[in-house]
């Protein structure tokens, strides 16, 4: 998942309520605060609705713009069992997507009208993927720390308040860490071969790392919408804290398999409990999301050539569903 | 999906049924290999995201297939090549899929109509491997008619679709059918190694699938409102080894890292 852009202001005010929305809404908050799920049916804030199916169709663009980077790879992967992994995985990676469109559909707003803010860019997807996969060990790479991330910011949806997006987060996360896992076991084959092997991996370890820890969202102190998220239960651990648990958890992971974590000032604090790391490069970040990354323009322009280019197919099967449903009348 | 081929029949001595075995069993994993490289290739492309997540789908089973397949025929040829000897460490030259399945992608449709043509092949040699004298083959058979009768009825259909969509559609996908379908007679070709196939008992019956295939897919082009091309002298040698332009390309592709690093594990 790609909490990252719903931190991300953008400029919206709660409108006035009337005295019976008042109401609805005393019940809607006691019900988020007790931990209770809401439903499609149930009364929702509108800003509530709004900043779901913005982190929703955020994450499943995310996870469809996601197919991209793997996707370069698959018809290379240097074995049949690493072909076979990445083929399932990107399917999973489709399939996700699929669950949170419908997820979001839940909440009135149209798979076509999302993918469309997706392609004129008024929609976000994770800035991860604005990055390229230039060699092999980037695809074990996206698995462990990508994936890895994704994870940490997604078990705590699994509890979050809307009923239909913490259902799709439960069954995305378990196939989350089954990705994770093979990323890993695809970097450990790899550190265990040949020094070129090995420093493939190194070198791909050293071009995620700081863009992985940028997928957490800008720091606390620059995030906006976290206190009103965080009384929805729809984000329910801060960036900050998600960062840390992720770099405690990957610094033993990355002893195991042998790589070096490229951070001079990532080491153990005793006092603190916790991993120390350096400063992260913000503007980077920023740059990314505001549209200057590695690959921006090449990712959108993919996802828009694969739609337009599916144009007249979505519109011959809409032509031949009409034709039998026509057909079936008259019959 | 993720399982590995699985060396099934490793603690079987295995008796080739004549020296032609191996062969036969190459060209069927050559067939499976190929074509989902080729749908592979759509990974992230595709019109809608159903179809993304289904192409991707059908080149997983077909795959999962050459990858049983391989095992086998390595077995079979007892000098211990494995799965990846066979599709990272031969040559053009050795591969022995029909063209058909090495040709370009093309547009949706003239994906779906090359997946489609040779997929209804597919579960028709399974078919006949039921009663095979090579049981380990028979049961990679069985499992997979399973999965080729699904990817038959879903390409199916979208041929159907798209072929009796609106004009646009209909018109893309003759000119498909009229670039494939010259293809096609190689699959039923028998030259020595089909012959051979039969006679040993290894797939009896190969000689009466062509007319089935052809009643099949005939239905399915009427239903699509698509006019069969007529048969045409041409025929297409990818078995034979000598293949079209687009094999060596797609080769490159697939090999270039395995090869990159000589005795390297993944
Ligand atoms: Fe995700
Ligand atoms: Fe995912
Ligand atoms: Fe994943």
Known sequence: MYTQAMDIPEGNKAPLQSIEQGTASADFDARCAQGDFIEAKDWMPEQYRKTLVRQISQHAHSEIVGMLPEGNWVTRAPSLKRKAILLAKIQDEGGHGLYLYAAAETLGTSRDEMIEALHSGRAKYSSIFNYPTPTW???????????????????????????????????ICREESFHQRQGFDLLHAMMQGTEAQRAMVQEAVNRWWWPVLMMFGPEDKDSQHSEQSAKWGIKRLS????????????????????????????????????????????QEFWNVVNGHGPLNKERLAARVQAWDDGAWVREAALAHANKQATRSVAA | MNTPAATHESTIDLKPLGPQHAAWVLRLADGSLVLSQRLSEWCGHGPVLEEDIAFTNIALDLLGQARLLYSHAGALEGQGRDEDAFAYWRDESEFRNPTLVELPNGDFGQSVLRAW????????????????????????????????????????????????????????????????????????????????AMDTGLAPGLDRIAEIWTANTNATLHSATLTVPAPTPFLATGRQGRHSEAMGYLLSEMQALARAHPGARW
């Open chain 1, 137 to 171: 060990a980037d695809i074990g790479v996206i698995g462990w720390l990508v994936d890895g991330a994704a994870i940490m910011n997604q078990v705590p949806l699994c509890r979050c308040s809307y009923g239909p997006y913490a259902r799709a987060m439960i069954r």
């Open chain 2, 117 to 196: 043509a040779y997929v209804s092949w597919q579960c028709l040699v399974w078919g006949t491997l039921a009663k095979s004298r090579d049981t380990a083959l028979a049961a990679i058979g069985a499992k997979s008619v399973k999965e080729s009768r699904y990817h038959q009825e879903h390409l199916g259909n979208w041929v159907v679709r798209l072929g009796d969509g609106t004009e646009e559609s209909h018109r893309r996908m003759q000119t498909a059918l009229d670039y494939l379908w010259p293809y096609t007679s190689e699959l039923f070709h028998l030259d020595a190694v089909e012959t051979a």
């Open chain 1, 239 to 282: 960036n900050d804290e998600l960062r840390q648990k992720f770099v405690d958890a990957i610094v033993e992971q990355a002893r195991v398999l042998g790589v070096t974590l490229p951070d001079p000032d990532l080491k153990w604090n005793a006092e603190h409990g916790h991993h120390d790391f350096g400063a992260i490069n913000w």
